[in-house]
């Protein structure tokens, strides 16, 4: 590719590129001594599982391998410590360095569904954090006043209204800048949410007498609900570890304009060819063949295959999951409903099952079922609630 070409490519699904001039010389440096840049984005493991919204950032991270350069995946086990204010009204609770370290684990083999793991260094930044001694934090902190980093919008407004901020939450941004000088950064890539902590990366770097990242963003992914950025915590999320079934049928539950927006975000597409399948396809089969993509990315092609295969007939037809679960039930539960449902874990509580029965959202062997009590013959029975389904052998 030309330097153009590969500047083009590189801007594909960004929100913003500070400074392209910048990159433009970095990127004709590298061709010229054939020393790949270094690129790099951080991650504090502060959940087990990456969801789709994480490979809006590593698929474009991929991008820079793609073209010879060398991506860090970064595991902030040292900030994690801190949690990452961005965002938050609260001070986030710490986590344990045991609950980091398990987190960690689980990063480091799913990040190579997506990079390349040949061109992919994975490093931690306890590696330079944790041997700081308190000279050297106090003089990092001189580079950096408190006026500026309490222009930063979520500070700024938990100060205005009398919301406490801890002071080494103010230390974050510091700590993720100086992750850019110990491995002398050539980009720094993060969600749009970022983009301050992105951005003290490049005056702590010029304090260090090092040139300045160039600061690469990418959009944050509506969850599934369609509002809110997906998050395991709002539960909005397809997680690139569920089982393809599942991320199938997530895929095949967002709005037609959330499709659109997830083919240029998590799909190989250009622009052009998303707007030319927009205009001659029907939105639900433009919407299983992205399921069938993202569900092959993850999985393989046999799986996205079977979890169609599977959607058709449970969801489409109506017919029996292949893969429910068998329940026994418990001595004592008798002819009550509500006390089968919770045994059986199709109810949150005694109140839940009856509010669910008396709705006749209960269906037990294909009939709908809206009495408290039934007498159920021994053998198996298949009860299912919404999506919920379960086979209970009496």
């Known amino acids: 590719m030309t330097i153009d070409e590969q500047i083009a490519y590189l801007k594909k699904g960004l929100a913003e590129l500070i400074r392209e001039e910048e990159l433009r010389e970095r990127l004709t440096q590298s061709a010229k001594t054939g020393v790949p840049l270094r690129i790099k984005a951080g991650f504090d493991p502060t959940a087990p599982d990456l969801h789709l919204g994480h490979t809006v950032l590593l698929r474009k991270m991929k991008h820079f391998q793609d073209l010879g350069h060398t991506v860090i995946f970064l595991i902030g086990d040292n900030t994690g410590l801190i949690g990452d204010p961005t965002g938050r009204n609260t001070t986030r609770p710490p986590m344990t360095p045991e609950e980091i370290d398990k987190n960690a684990e689980t990063y480091k083999t799913q990040v190579f569904k997506i990079l390349d793991p040949v061109k992919t260094e994975v490093r931690f930044n306890s590696e330079w954090l944790a041997p700081m001694q308190f000279i050297d934090i106090v003089t990092l902190c001189s580079k950096y006043t408190v006026a500026r980093l309490l222009e930063r919008d979520d500070f700024a407004k938990r100060f205005k209204e009398g919301i406490p901020i801890s002071l080494h939450e103010l230390l974050y941004p510091l700590g993720q800048a100086y992750d850019s000088v110990a491995l002398k950064c050539d980009v720094e890539m993060g969600g749009t949410d970022q983009k301050f902590n992105l951005l003290v990366g490049r005056e702590i770097q010029r304090d260090f007498g090092q040139p300045p990242q160039i600061v690469a963003t990418t959009p944050l992914l509506?969850?599934?609900?369609?509002?809110?950025?997906m998050s395991k915590?709002?539960?909005?999320?397809?997680?690139?570890?569920?089982?393809?079934?599942?991320?199938?049928?997530?895929?095949?539950?967002?709005?037609?304009?959330?499709?659109?927006?997830?083919?240029?975000?998590?799909?190989d597409k250009s622009l052009s060819e998303v707007a030319e399948l927009r205009g001659r396809q029907e939105p639900m089969a433009a919407k299983q063949a992205l399921a069938r993509i993202i569900v092959a990315d993850f999985h393989s092609g046999e799986a996205a295959d079977q979890a169609q295969a599977d959607f058709d007939r449970e969801v489409r037809e109506g017919q029996v999951p292949s893969d429910i679960e068998t329940i026994t039930l418990p001595n004592g539960v008798g002819n009550s409903l509500?006390?089968?449902?919770?045994?059986?874990?199709?109810?949150?509580s005694r109140t839940d099952a009856e509010r669910k029965v008396k709705a006749g959202a209960v269906e037990i062997n294909g009939d709908r079922h809206a009495s408290l009590t039934i007498a159920l013959p021994p053998g198996q029975h298949v009860f299912r609630l919404g999506k919920k389904w379960k086979r209970i052998q009496v």
Not at 247 to 258: E, H, N, P
């Open 233 to 267: 915590s709002k539960g909005n999320y397809i997680g690139i570890t569920e089982r393809p079934k599942v991320m199938f049928r997530k895929v095949m539950g967002i709005s037609d304009d959330l499709m659109w927006r997830y083919y240029e975000l998590l799909t």
């Open 222 to 229: 509506q969850g599934t609900d369609g509002v809110e950025k």
């Open 338 to 348: 509500p006390k089968i449902l919770l045994a059986a874990g199709l109810a949150d």
